[in-house]
C-alpha cells in the first residue's frame, strides 16, 4: 500500500509570505505528527493528532504556525508570514495507535 | 522534559569494522524506544522499537539493546550502504509525542 505522501516536495516562498504544507496519511493510521527539521539537526516536534481528540500543538513554535487534520485524513500545516528561518524540511508521520511511526518524504522550504 | 542525546555526532568505519552508537535518555516513563536511518534527503526509515531492559532486536548488521538509561545500536561488519544518519527517540506513557535525539552520522568507508 501507498506510504505517507507530503507536498510540495519543495516550495521556495519570499518572506512574509504565507505557505500551506500537506500531509497524507497512510490509510487507517489515526495518529498524525508533524516535526521540523532545520540543516543537520534532529526533529523537533511540531504538533500531533490522534483521531478526534484536541490536537498536541506544544511545539507549535510561534503564533504563526496553525494545522488542521480533517477527521483521520488529510493534514495541513500553514505557517504565516514565512520568516528565514522557518527554512526547514517539515516532516509528517502517521502511525496507528500506540504503534511506531511511518515517515513521509518532507517538504523542503525555503525562505528568501 | 524528556531529553535524548546521542553519541558521537558522527562515525567514520571501514568497510567490516564493528562498532556501537549510543542513546542515552531521560524519560517520566518509558513506553517505547524507536531507531531509524535516515538518508540524505529523506524521511526517517523505522528500524527498532524497544519496550524494556533487557530487550534486544537484530536485523541484518545491525543489534539494537536497551538497558534503563540508554540503548545501543550495535552495527557488525559494516558494508558502505550502512551510511546514514541514525536517529533514536523517545515516548512516554503520558503522551503520545515522540521525543527525538539529534542523530549520528555514519560513515562506512569501501
Known amino acids: 500500500g501507498a506510504g505517507v505522501s507530503q507536498s510540495p516536495s519543495n516550495k521556495v516562498t519570499e518572506k512574509g509570505k504565507d505557505v500551506e504544507l500537506r500531509c497524507d496519511p497512510i490509510s487507517g493510521h489515526t495518529a498524525l505528527y508533524w516535526y521540523r527539521q532545520r540543516l543537520g539537526q534532529g526533529l523537533e516536534f511540531l504538533i500531533y493528532f490522534q483521531g478526534n481528540s484536541a490536537p498536541d500543538k506544544s511545539g507549535l513554535p510561534s503564533d504563526r504556525f496553525s494545522a488542521e487534520r480533517t477527521g483521520e485524513s488529510v493534514s495541513t500545516l500553514t505557517i504565516q508570514r514565512t520568516q528565514q528561518e522557518d527554512s526547514a524540511v517539515y516532516l509528517c508521520?502517521?502511525?496507528?495507535?500506540?504503534?511506531?511511526?511511518?515517515f513521509g518524504p518532507g517538504t523542503r522550504l525555503l525562505v528568501l | 522534559e524528556d531529553q535524548v542525546t546521542q553519541s558521537p555526532e558522527a562515525l567514520r568505519l571501514q568497510e567490516g569494522e564493528s562498532s556501537s552508537l549510543n542513546c542515552s535518555y531521560t524519560v517520566s516513563g518509558l513506553r517505547g524506544l524507536f531507531w531509524y536511518r535516515q538518508d540524505p534527503g529523506k524521511g526517517p526509515e523505522f528500524l527498532f522499537t524497544l519496550y524494556s531492559a533487557g530487550e534486544e532486536k537484530e536485523k541484518e548488521r545491525l543489534k539494537a539493546t536497551l538497558t534503563k538509561k540508554e540503548s545501543f545500536l550495535h552495527i557488525t561488519a559494516p558494508k558502505p550502504e550502512d551510511s546514514a544518519t541514525y536517529l533514536c527517540a523517545v515516548q512516554n506513557f503520558d503522551g503520545q509525542n515522540f521525543v527525538f535525539g539529534p542523530g549520528t552520522r555514519l560513515s562506512v568507508l569501501p
Open positions: 508521520a502517521s502511525s496507528p495507535p500506540g504503534e511506531t511511526q511511518y
